[in-house]
Nanobody
């Protein structure tokens, strides 16, 4: 199983980024998919999750600003991030499965003030 995350970068406060995670080696449509993040000195935390059926849930800190979506035809999950804040700075990881079972390599998002 491979989860390839991309789309991170440097953005100013208030800006937007879209992260993508391309999955291979698994039956993508059967998995819940999630985005997690880990900021320096902090524990990894769940940002957003989308179930195999399309249901979503978000961390309180990103509700109304971030949107998770999936394209099962492309085996890809997305995270649209708007109104970014410096506290969103972190390495963002995609993951497959509810526990989760598989992790991607991470992509760095830096929000400058």
């Amino acid at each position: 199983v491979q989860l390839q995350a991309s789309g991170g970068g440097l953005v100013q406060t208030g800006g937007s980024l879209r992260l993508s995670c391309a999955a291979s080696g698994l039956t993508f449509g059967a998995y819940d998919m999630g985005w997690y993040r880990q900021a320096p000195g902090k524990q990894r935390e769940l940002v957003a999750r989308i179930t195999y059926g399309g249901g979503t849930n978000y961390a309180d800190t990103v509700k109304g600003r971030f949107t998770i979506s999936r394209d099962n035809a492309k085996n890809t999950v997305y995270l649209q991030m708007n109104s970014l804040k410096p506290e969103d700075t972190a390495v963002y990881y995609c993951a497959a499965g509810r526990r989760p079972s598989y992790w991607g390599q991470g992509t760095l998002v830096t929000v400058s003030s």
